[in-house]
């Protein structure tokens, strides 16, 4: 279950230097299925997932939901980032909107991520006031783990789940993302 509360769905697209966040759409049904497949982006979630099968369960456009942004590059989707209050994941982030985000490796090394993880950032905390968001990655994962220090996730704690160590953080909205 995801809950945005008061905030209305979607925004505006939110404009960077480089990048657009926006809604996802039909256009980027491939690269959906590209992020998904990709060995290299699977690695720390549990492996690559067959092209074939996500195709089946995609049939049309990537599905649409409060806090899922697709981020355009020159007119292509390079990347997503979620903003989702879940419950279930992990018990340490229920009731919290948690940051989630992943890239074609062909975005990884141009500071994308930051910039865009930065803007979304910076969105919630004008949507949503004072709330904090959290972030749980893979210690073993060290892109991610640079970008959650550069973004000013605080570690929280650390745990075993999914057979890895896990990092937990969480981010405050009176400090400013990159």
């Not at 230097?17 to 980027?28: F, Q, T």
């Not at 982030?93 to 989630?100: H, Q, R, T, V």
Request: proline fraction near 10%; aromatic fraction near 8%.
């Amino acid at each position: 279950m995801t809950d945005l509360g008061p905030v209305a769905w979607p925004p505006a697209p939110i404009k960077t230097k480089r990048l657009v966040l926006r809604e996802p759409g039909a256009r980027d049904r491939t690269a959906v299925i590209e992020l998904l497949a990709s060995p290299e982006v699977g690695a720390y979630l549990g492996g690559p997932r067959p092209r074939d099968e996500i195709g089946r369960e995609m049939p049309g456009a990537p599905a649409r939901r409060p806090g899922r942004f697709t981020v355009d590059l020159d007119g292509a989707m390079i990347g997503q980032i979620t903003l989702y209050k879940e419950t279930g994941h992990l018990p340490q982030a229920a009731g919290k909107a948690e940051l989630g985000y992943l890239f074609l490796p062909e975005a990884w090394g141009h500071g994308y991520a930051a910039e865009a993880c930065a803007a979304a950032l910076d969105w919630f905390a004008g949507a949503l006031p004072g709330e904090p968001v959290v972030l749980a990655t893979q210690t073993a994962n060290a892109r991610s783990m640079r970008l959650a220090a550069k973004l000013g996730f605080i570690e929280v704690e650390r745990f075993e789940s999914y057979g890895a160590e896990q990092w937990f953080g969480m981010w405050s909205p009176v400090t400013p993302a990159c």
